[in-house]
């Protein structure tokens, strides 16, 4: 097992995702900025051998026989501010590294959101939904984390919406809004449409990157862990819909997140290589916090190994930096020694100046077939 340090600040994000951290703090979970540009998230957990601790104005992160500095992403001071409505700006967009996330109809991650929810208990119709935020006051509480917080990205999380279009109908005035009020990048998470135009006029209303989360690795787990999910939507159609997507979307931009401690590990090999020869992007989250110690030696295998898989089907990793809350192949290449290089478009996008070559590109690529997209829908009777 390679050695905590300053000088792994990847190794730190995993250990951190699988552990939590201990802290004096009543948040339930920290983020962090580590060195080389690495954001990590990690749950508010007494019992982790890793402690966030302030000393002598210096922050640290130590436990396993290493004390490293970091700094941490405090909420910006937008957060608590509250709207004509009463609502916190940050309950309505919350910065994650540097993506603001807007959580529409409760949203879905286990990863992030660290919970169940009724769908995937299957009591979607007998337990109420989360909120829909107002178009005006998401776009308020945008500005704010764009004028106050570090964001440069957008992230929409979608939770159940039960139409074939997944609840693409329902986001696209958002999309027109956050791209007309903002020069910026946004990726929707959401379970995957039944109906596959739903996933070209996403892309042609302005989803940037998507992410249809398997978190299981196989049907039968989806079954055993989310009853409600695999008989309303099933492992299949989230399969489909990746598949689709790489049709429409760019290199790089179509991901889907596994749960580390929801498999074993030949399992979750096997899923993320054949997503990754599909041409989608296999992210990595933890969802049971605390419920058992996974051993982060295995979980690096599994992260490197998908590294691999990814850099073989020459898949772009130019749309997963700064996310804080899965564990990216772009991580798992700082786990190897020997890592290949990247393309120089990699380098770019650490850089402010990177996040506008992807945004130019991104407007270029919509430009090019966002025409045949509209018409393809417009006849249809989605
Ligand atoms: S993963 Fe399942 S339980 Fe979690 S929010 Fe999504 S639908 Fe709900």
């Known amino acids: 097992m390679q050695k905590l340090s300053a000088d792994n600040p990847a190794l730190l994000k995993l250990v951190l995702a699988l552990n939590g951290v201990a802290a004096d703090s009543r948040a339930e979970s920290l983020e962090f900025a580590l060195d080389g540009e690495v954001w990590a998230a990690a749950r508010v957990n007494p019992a982790s051998p890793l402690r966030y601790v302030e000393r002598d104005g210096a922050e640290l992160i130590s436990g396993l026989g290493a004390e490293i500095g970091v700094r941490r992403a405090a909420p910006p001071a937008y957060a608590a501010r509250r709207n004509a409505r009463g609502i916190e700006l940050g309950k309505i967009a919350a910065m994650c590294g540097t993506y603001a996330t807007v959580i529409l109809r409760g949203g879905c991650s286990l990863a992030s959101a660290g919970r169940t929810c009724a769908l995937c208990r299957g009591r979607e119709l007998t337990e109420a939904a989360g909120e829909v935020w107002p178009i005006e ?4 509480a945008l500005r704010a984390a ?11 999380v979608l939770g159940h919406f039960a139409a074939d279009d997944g609840g693409v109908r329902e986001l696209v005035p958002y999309l027109d809004a956050i791209h007309r009020h903002f020069d910026t990048i946004v990726a929707v998470t ?3 449409p039944a109906d596959h135009r739903a996933i070209d006029f996403a892309y042609a209303s302005g989803v940037d990157a998507v992410c249809y989360s398997l978190e299981a690795p196989d049907a ?22 990746l598949r689709h997507a790489t049709s429409v979307f760019p290199s790089g931009a179509i991901w889907s997140e596994l749960m580390l401690d929801l498999g074993t590990p030949a399992a979750l090999e096997t899923v993320a290589a054949k997503l990754a020869a599909m041409g989608v992007i296999p992210l990595f989250g933890v969802s049971a916090p605390g419920a058992a110690a996974l051993d982060s030696e295995q979980a690096a295998g599994i992260a490197t190994k998908t590294f691999e898989a990814v850099n073989r089907a020459n898949i772009s990793l130019n749309w997963i930096r700064d996310i804080s809350t899965s564990f990216t192949p772009l991580d798992a290449r700082q786990l190897l020694a020997d890592a290949p290089q990247l393309p120089m478009l990699h380098h770019l996008g650490s850089s402010r100046l990177g996040a506008m070559t992807t945004r130019s590109l991104a407007r270029m ?16 009777q989605l």
């Open 146 to 156: 764009f004028d106050e917080g570090d964001a440069e990205f957008v992230h929409v």
């Open 137 to 140: 006051e998401v776009v308020d």
């Open 220 to 241: 039968e787990t989806m079954r055993a862990r989310f009853p409600g999910r695999a008989s309303f939507i099933g492992f299949d159609r989230y399969l489909d819909a």
């Open 190 to 192: 959401m379970h995957p």
């Open 365 to 380: 690529r919509r430009r090019l077939r966002v025409r045949r997209v509209r018409a393809s829908f417009d006849s249809s």
